[in-house]
Structure formats: C-alpha cells, structure tokens
Nanobody
Framework: QVQLVESGGGLVQATGSLRLSCAASGRTFSSGIMGWFRQPPGKEREFVAAITWRGGSTYYTNSVKGRFTISRDNAKNTVYLQMNSLKPEDTAVYYC?????????????????WGQGTQVTVSS
C-alpha cells in the first residue's frame, strides 16, 4: 500500500515563498510519475506540476511556469514543490499524487495514490 504525506503548507503573503514536501512510502519508487495538484475553494482539483522518478522530466501548468519548481530526491522517496512569487490565486489545498505511467499525465484519474492535502493560503 502506497502512502503519500504532504507537509509545508501554511499562510504566506503575496510574493512570498513556500516549499511543499511529499514523502512516499510503501514501495520502492524507481519509475512512474509524481504530481502536484491543487483545489481552490469551490473549484475542481487541477494539475500543477509533475516529475518522472526516472530521468526527472518535469511539466508545469502555464499559470505556475517560472514561479514553481518540482524536484525529487530518489533516495528519500520525496518530491518537493518550491513555490515562489506566490499570488492570492494560488490559495488552495495542495495534493501530491503518484501514477505508474512513464510519461507525464495531467488528469486526476490517471493517478492511483493521493496524499491527504496541505493548505496553502496566500494573502494580498
């Protein structure tokens, strides 16, 4: 059974930074994809970024390009999301997710495992 645990959320002022972490356990992650999604208040969950365990290829949704960076530490089975230049519209619950696919996918139904989420609130 795969477990994903997010941490690092909180309250930050606009233009500030936060780093989210997602620790994965329950299996050895040598392939597949880790993704970050977010769900703003009253809206559907949306794709933010993803990275492949093997090779470290990354992909971002347009609204976070140049501001967010996804990375992974294979030895620690941990994925990070560095968020800079935060905006109030980045306010959401952020989730990490794991997919067995070997190419980056962005739909929620393509990810098999999910963390419990961590709240990020950006004040103006």
């Amino acid at each position: 059974q795969v477990q994903l645990v997010e941490s690092g959320g909180g309250l930050v002022q606009a233009t500030g930074s936060l780093r989210l972490s997602c620790a994965a356990s329950g299996r050895t992650f040598s392939s597949g994809i880790m993704g970050w999604f977010r769900q703003p208040p009253g809206k559907e969950r949306e794709f933010v970024a993803a990275i492949t365990w093997r090779g470290g290829s990354t992909y971002y949704t347009n609204s976070v390009k140049g501001r967010f960076t996804i990375s992974r530490d294979n030895a620690k089975n941990t994925v990070y999301l560095q968020m800079n230049s935060l905006k109030p519209e980045d306010t959401a619950v952020y989730y990490c997710a794991a997919s067995p696919r070997i190419v980056v996918v962005t739909r929620t139904d393509e990810y098999d495992y999910w963390g419990q989420g961590t709240q990020v609130t950006v004040s103006s």
